[in-house]
C-alpha cells in the first residue's frame, strides 16, 4: 500500500483498508492502527506540508487534517463512479 514520511521519526502506511503508523529510530518498531475518522484512509495523499491527508472513502475523495483531525468530503461522483487514488498538486 502507501506509505509517507509524516516526521523524521513516523510513517503512515496503508494495511488491509486501513492506515497505520510506525515510529522508527526508538529499537524495534511496532506498527499502530490510526483510529478515528482516519481508520479507512488506507489510499491516501500526505500534503507535501504534512498538514493534510488526503483518501479515498466509498469511491470518494475525502481530506482531512492531520493535526485537528477534522474530516470533509471533497467529491460527490454518482453512484457507480469511483474516484482514482488522491495526489496534491
Known sequence: GAFAWTSNEQILFG????????????????????????????????????????FLRRGQIWIANVAAKTVRQVTTLAEGLSAGVPTFS
Not at 24 to 33: L, N
Open 15 to 54: 494495511k488491509d483498508g486501513q492506515l497505520w503508523s510506525v515510529r522508527v529510530g526508538q529499537g524495534a518498531p511496532t506498527p499502530s492502527r490510526v483510529g478515528g475518522d482516519l481508520a479507512d484512509a488506507a489510499a491516501f495523499a500526505l500534503s507535501p506540508s504534512r498538514a493534510q491527508i488526503a
